[in-house]
């Protein structure tokens, strides 16, 4: 096996690290929002996690929800009201969709991939029909050690479906503050979570429907199960020289649907 392939595969024998819970949302004043609640009580557990933000910044007098978008726009919508409600929460799921990486578009082709890839960082260290990997590139203020993009068939062509970004860690107490670096500038753009451990923050929706996903946090889940885009993660792993790397997981987001 060449050193390529097993640092490929050290990757995702790694993946997915497991939601072992979530951090609490600060208490909610129980007027008026029981019917939002209950109609998102079916929904994705991310898209329920951006909801409880959400009504945390109610206004009772107006009756008016608030919520910043990326762009700097100010959005509300009425929870009274029905054709308001469903145009705010719409508004606040396209606005935290992930919908592209080192600017290649998730679900664009293979070889869509690899032209922007390569003008971007240069040929990549190695390529299959399912997977582009780099080394030692820099991307958004930061040098990551490991860039993997990972594609799926339906047997006609291939999407990008998966990536992930690692930085290599001397020691845990690095590993934390280039975690909580991370998270910061993540959440300047989305609404994160955080894992009770803190190791693991997750935001983001995925950009596509995934019927597989569950509402509910169980033992062993994914951060993808749960719906969301992406998550930052401390990971350890057997190297005395950097014996831990922090993880931007994106995905892995179906775009094929296998229906019988």
């Known amino acids: 096996m060449t050193l390529m392939k097993k640092r490929v595969l050290f990757i995702l024998l790694i993946l997915p690290v497991a939601v072992s819970g979530q951090q609490k949302e600060k208490d909610i ?28 910044n109610i206004d009772f007098e107006k009756e008016e929800l608030t919520y910043l978008l990326s762009s700097g726009e100010v959005i509300t919508g009425n929870p009274n009201d029905d054709e308001s ?18 600017n290649v578009p998730f679900g664009c082709t293979l070889l869509e991939a690899k032209n922007i890839l390569c003008k971007k960082f240069g040929d990549p260290l190695y390529i299959t029909d399912d997977i582009i990997l780099y080394e030692n590139k820099w991307y958004g203020g930061n040098l990551f050690d490991t860039l993997v993009f990972w594609f799926q068939s339906d047997g006609k062509r291939n999407y990008f479906n998966k990536a992930a970004l690692c930085i290599y ?61 992406f998550d930052i993660n401390i990971v350890e792993k057997d190297d005395y020289k950097h014996p831990y790397f922090v993880r931007i997981l994106y995905g892995p987001y179906e775009f094929v649907n296998e229906e019988f």
């Open 29 to 56: 004043p129980e007027k008026s929002i029981s019917g939002v609640l209950n109609q998102m009580k079916d929904m994705p557990h991310a898209f329920q996690m951006l909801v409880l933000k959400t009504i945390t």
């Open 85 to 102: 409600i469903t145009v705010f929460w719409q508004k606040i799921a396209e606005d935290n969709k992930v919908k592209e990486i080192c």
């Open 169 to 229: 860690a001397s020691d845990k107490e690095e590993a934390i503050g280039i975690k909580n670096r991370l998270h910061k500038r993540f959440s300047k753009r989305y609404s994160l979570m955080m894992g009770e451990d803190s190791d693991m923050s997750m935001g983001g929706l995925q950009p596509v429907p995934n019927s597989h996903l569950i509402n509910e946090p169980t033992v062993g889940c994914t951060s993808s199960e749960l719906g969301y885009g």
